[in-house]
């Protein structure tokens, strides 16, 4: 056998001819844009031309509506002069208001053909001329003098110039009309020409496309297939991307919220404790006297106080930044203690359902608050039926499972407890429960909300771990869907319950018991001061840590340290630390308006931290005192 050597031209045959195909397509194309091309140019033609013919039939018309319009002023105004009859004078009087106007409009159209225009000067004179004539012969008839023999005379070969002068413009627009039919018919051919050469091409290249896609078919196939793979990562890495950003812009939009919210909140209530202290102090004063008008004004500046610290308490639950004291709850148990505040809340319009499941989870969260989110969710329940309705609370042991925690990053997989409350109100469009949630967004009347509601609840479950889902339908309710992580430990078996403040027994006095109240903010240093002496306790001041400690260190007894949190130079936590060194058995109760890190770690006190939050009532100070100082251990 011979073996064959293949030569240089042999092996790149196959190149060239790989490059013989796109060439080929190449010229094809610029063939089928020249065609193209000059197809629309003789189609511009064409329309040219067509436009020159409907010209030209537009002057003939408009020239024969004239010369209409002139032979029936003088038909009617020959059958008045005959018949005496004045509606015989209706076609006469309409050709005197029109032929100006026709006139007109008639130079306008031959404006592109010089000669005619002196044919048109000409035809309108003969016309004016006709008209005067027939003016004439009407006046004459109504003056009852008959008209001069020679009036009519000279109207009739005034009408027969005009005739003359009109066929001549009709002959030559005739003629411009032959003309121009036969230039727009040759055009017409031109571009159907055009237009089959262009069809023809881009049937030639069609054919070459398929073949060289059928040449192609086989060596694109596993590069498709390739694509088709990295093009579906690509597409899942982009929503993981896109899903993962939002979920990041949310949360450093909350935490700048939080930080702005915080710096408002610790000097707002720097300034809310004392007004609420000093008013509280003077009520207990006035009280025992004779001021009823002072103690109304005292009791509604209380009140204006009091909703400034709701105000920003909620602001500070938005934006997570309040201090929880999660326990194991019974949410069935709590939601069966708030009956009666439920029931007195909502009204006699609305009727209160439950549908409580059995052997309910216990859940690991702060009961005070969760108490409040279910009061908040009852009564914005409540003012969504003015007419009165339903309102349904229900609970339930849940499961979100992973494709949940997908579409909603923030949530972990896993078990949870359900609470939800449900009410048959007007509802929400979707654009309305989308932002149902953000701060200060509220579709109640002027003094009617703040829109902090919805968003307090939200941001105290999503601190809890939790999540808050909204699912409501217009003219069919809303149904607020809180879940919140199953609590695990067995410790607890005796779910923590929510009992109402006003109910509890008053603290007992102190005797003799020596506090010390660390404060940088001098006012309000001053009325907690006032507010433990009124209890009977024996108070001594510092203005910050450093002289504090030297109190500490030189006093022989002390009971309590009362202390701010934020404080320059040292803040309470390092301060009440330093001061448990030296005196293992003092009891520190803190204070603040905003909860830093100091005291507070992933949304909770830390263990062992007793915290009075400001601003406070002086039963809330002698509460809190009492039940620290007397804590065993």
């Not at 571009?191 to 069609?206: E, K, N, P, Q, W």
Request: proline content about 5%; hydrophobic content about 40%.
């Amino acid at each position: 056998m011979r073996a064959e050597m293949i030569g240089p031209e042999q092996a790149s045959a196959g190149p060239a001819a790989r490059r013989r195909g796109p060439l080929a397509l190449y010229a094809g194309f610029t063939l089928l844009i020249v065609s193209v091309l000059t197809s629309i140019w003789f189609t511009v033609r064409q329309q040219d031309a067509f436009d020159r013919v409907n010209h030209t039939l537009g002057v003939e018309s408009e020239l024969a509506l004239v010369t209409a319009r002139l032979q029936e002023a003088e038909t009617s105004s020959r059958g008045f002069l005959l018949t005496g009859r004045s509606d015989f004078l209706q076609p006469y009087e309409e050709a005197m208001r029109a032929l100006p106007a026709d006139f007109i409009r008639l130079r306008a159209q031959l404006a592109d053909n010089p000669a005619q225009l002196t044919q048109l000067d000409q035809l309108r004179a003969l016309a004016t001329e006709r008209m005067h004539y027939l003016r004439l012969g009407v006046a004459y008839y109504w003056r009852g003098v008959p008209s001069p023999p020679e009036h009519f005379l000279r109207g009739q070969a005034i009408m027969g110039r005009f005739h003359d002068v009109a066929e001549e413009m009709k002959a030559e627009e005739d003629q411009l009309l032959v003309l121009r039919t036969a230039n727009a018919n040759q055009q017409a051919r031109w571009a159907a020409t055009a237009l089959g050469v262009s069809a023809l091409l881009v049937i030639l290249l069609l054919l070459l496309a398929i073949r060289e896609s059928r040449k192609r078919l086989a060596e694109a196939e596993t590069a498709r297939d390739a694509l088709a793979e990295t093009n579906r990562r690509l597409t899942e890495e982009a929503e993981s991307r896109e899903t993962a950003e939002a979920a990041v812009r949310q949360m450093q939009k909350v935490e700048a919220i939080g930080q702005l919210t915080g710096g408002i909140a610790h000097d707002f209530n720097n300034m809310l404790a004392v007004v609420i202290g000093s008013l509280d102090m003077a009520s207990k004063r006035l009280a025992n006297g004779e001021a009823p008008r002072a103690m109304r004004l005292v009791d509604n500046a209380m009140e204006g106080a009091q909703r400034a610290a709701r105000l920003t308490a909620r602001l500070l639950a938005f934006s997570r930044q309040q201090p929880l004291d999660p326990q194991a709850i019974d949410a069935n148990k709590l939601v069966g203690g708030m009956s009666e505040i439920l029931n007195r809340t909502i009204g006699d319009d609305v009727r209160m359902e439950t549908a409580l499941a059995g052997d309910l989870w216990l859940t690991f969260a702060d009961p005070g608050q969760l108490e409040n989110a279910v009061l908040n969710l009852c009564i914005n329940g409540r003012d969504a039926m003015p007419e009165g309705g339903r309102l349904m609370i229900e609970t339930a042991n849940c499961r979100l499972d992973e494709a949940y925690a997908e579409a909603h990053p923030d949530v972990t997989p896993g078990q949870y407890v359900m609470v939800s409350v449900t009410d048959t109100g007007a509802g929400m469009p979707p654009e309305v429960a989308e932002r149902a949630v953000d701060p200060f967004f509220t579709t109640k009347g002027a003094g009617k909300g703040t829109g902090l509601g919805l968003s307090q609840v939200h941001g105290f479950i999503r601190q809890s771990g939790g999540d808050l889902r909204i699912h409501s339908e217009p003219g069919r309710g809303t149904t607020v869907t809180l879940y919140l992580p199953r609590h695990q430990s067995e410790v607890g078996a005796d779910a923590a319950s929510v009992t109402d403040a006003s109910q509890r027994p008053g603290p007992p006095r102190a005797d003799g018991e020596v506090v010390l109240v660390v404060e940088d903010d001098d006012r309000v240093r001053h009325v907690s001061a006032d507010a433990l002496r009124e209890l009977g306790y024996t108070v001594m001041q510092a203005p910050d840590a450093h002289h504090a400690l030297a109190m500490v260190a030189m006093r022989s007894r002390i009971d309590l340290l009362f202390t701010d949190v934020v404080m320059p130079d040292m803040n309470g936590r390092e301060l009440a630390e330093q001061a448990l060194t030296a005196r293992p058995d003092l009891r520190v109760l803190y204070t603040t308006g905003y909860t830093p890190d100091a005291i507070v770690h992933e949304g909770a006190l830390d263990a062992g931290v007793d915290l009075l939050p400001k601003p406070f009532t002086v039963d809330q100070l002698a509460r809190k005192v009492r039940q620290v100082l007397d804590r065993e251990g």
